[in-house]
């Protein structure tokens, strides 16, 4: 049974940073692609970057370019999302996800849209105020 476990949410003030993490079981991630998406408070989940099982193709949404970084270590089993220069329109809770590299192609979504995903993890809350 695959399972996506977000940590490293919490309260930060603008300017400041964040790492999360997405940990996997049931399932060797480096496999597979992963995404990072978050939803903020009464609006839709949105994409925020995207990677490659070799981290050969990576994306960011403009909002988050620059500012994020998406990184992994297969050898962890673990997907991070480093964060900087975090602003109050950054807070949101934050899932990673992940599925068949084939399956979402075949959806012809692209990898920022939550709908290309099959498995998701219970997501992390981040909340960027002073």
């Known amino acids: 049974q695959v399972q996506l476990v977000e940590s490293g949410g919490g309260l930060v003030q603008p300017g400041g940073s964040l790492r999360l993490s997405c940990a996997a079981s049931g399932v060797t991630l480096g496999n597979y692609p992963v995404g990072w998406f978050r939803q903020p408070p009464g609006r839709e989940r949105e994409g925020v970057s995207y990677?490659?099982?070799?981290?050969?193709?990576?994306l960011y949404a403009d909002s988050v370019r620059g500012r994020f970084t998406i990184s992994r270590d297969n050898a962890k089993n673990t997907v991070y999302l480093q964060m900087n220069s975090l602003k109050p329109e950054d807070t949101a809770v934050y899932y990673c996800?992940?599925?068949?590299?084939?399956?979402?192609?075949?959806?012809?979504?692209?990898?920022?849209?939550?709908?290309?995903?099959?498995?998701w993890g219970q997501g992390t809350q981040v909340t960027v105020s002073s």
């Open positions: 996800a992940t599925g068949d590299l084939s399956i979402m192609a075949s959806k012809r979504l692209g990898p920022l849209d939550s709908r290309s995903w099959d498995y």
């Open positions: 990677i490659t099982r070799t981290s050969g193709d990576i």
